[in-house]
């Protein structure tokens, strides 16, 4: 007896197929090498294959169930194969011939002409054109921001819609409705589920509420900011910007007072007046509320509080342009915000002339919608969806850039 067949490994029966539809049983040792397998299947598929040693290297071994292809320097033990299982014996596919020179350069010379022109390019081009002295700042000023415009059209649109508006018999009553709505505003509200979290973890409830609104009413947030500033000496002091806890009750006493009105013996003069009052205490709970967050991060590079309000103010909320606006030449100023739009200007009389404008100008929503854009201008996209407000918007904008463009 050999010695080699008294501790040969377990043999194992492989079912082997190709591409073609051949198929066969091999019974190798499981210290058999891929490659010796796939030699033993070549043979017996395609006689007279090996005479080309490159044969055995353009074909592969596939594992039917894993679909893995099988190393030819491992044994069919190492592979993990097991009695009966099926594998496939695949052609390697040729590798794709490497470009000609010539293509090579005419694709290189495709890609040349397709290239935007270089600065060197373009002036070498319009060398011979007639030279035009535009003054830059001018034609940026004439291609102007709809958004930076629109706030000194809301301004001037405003003042008419209350002019209008004052003449509708019904309009006290909608307005009284709407001033009550406006108590309501979720901003002020804090999520008394998520401050009875933190209050019985044992953080007082003023610095729970700070935190909560500074954190997005994330209780995992606003839990790690109390404890990073649980030793900070400045921790119990208001948000910059937020207005003290009294007066969430005063405007409430306020809006009491504005939805009792007058009495039902009061002429309509009075009704105006009551009226104006209305307005004003809309716009002051309109007023603009900074992002305590990008408060207190500029505020930390050096800025001063009024500073810092007046540049979120300025552009609507965002902290990057804020801090740009801070350290460049700070236009457009705050002021310039409260300016509204040359009333005879073809720009303004257009908008007028418009009927969809004229009607939305005679719904109290509109005037709602004008002043929340004004203070808010993030909100700009719900009042553009809004059925009764968003035909309004709309004509508005086209409007603009049609007379932009010319």
Known sequence: VQEEKIFAGKVLRLHVCTMEGAEWLEE????????????????????????????????????????KVLTDTKTVLEENIQDRDVLLLVKKRAPPPLPKMADVSAEEKRKQEQKAPDKDAILKATANLPS?????????????????????????????????????PDAVELFKKANAML?????????EIALRQLTEMGFPESRAVKALRLNHMSVTQAME???EHADDPAVDAPLPGQPPAEAPAEAGASSAEAAVGPSSEA??????????????????????????RAVIALMEMGFDEKEVVDALRVNNNQQNAACEWLLGDRKPSPEDLDKGIDTNSPLFQAILENPVVQLGLTNPKTLLAFEDMLENPLNSTQWMNDPETGPVMLQISRIFQTLNRT
Do not use: Y
Request: with cysteine; aromatic share 4%; charged share 40%.
């Open 132 to 168: 035009r002295n535009v003054d830059r700042t001018v034609a940026h000023h004439n291609m102007r921001d709809f958004q930076t415009e629109l706030r000194k059209i809301l301004v001037s649109l405003i003042e008419v819609a209350q002019k209008l508006l004052a003449l509708n």
């Open 183 to 191: 108590d309501e505003d979720e901003e002020d509200r804090v999520d």
């Open 225 to 227: 900011w109390l404890i």
């Open 267 to 292: 002429g309509g003069e009075e009704a105006k007046d009551e009226l104006t009052e209305i307005f004003k205490k809309i716009r002051r709970k309109r007023e603009f509320r900074p992002d305590p």
């Open 28 to 67: 190798v040792p499981e210290d058999t090498t891929v490659e010796k397998l796939k030699e033993r299947c070549l043979k017996h598929c395609v006689p007279g294959s090996l005479e080309d040693p490159k044969t055995v290297t353009h074909h592969k071994l596939i594992h039917a169930t894993s679909e």
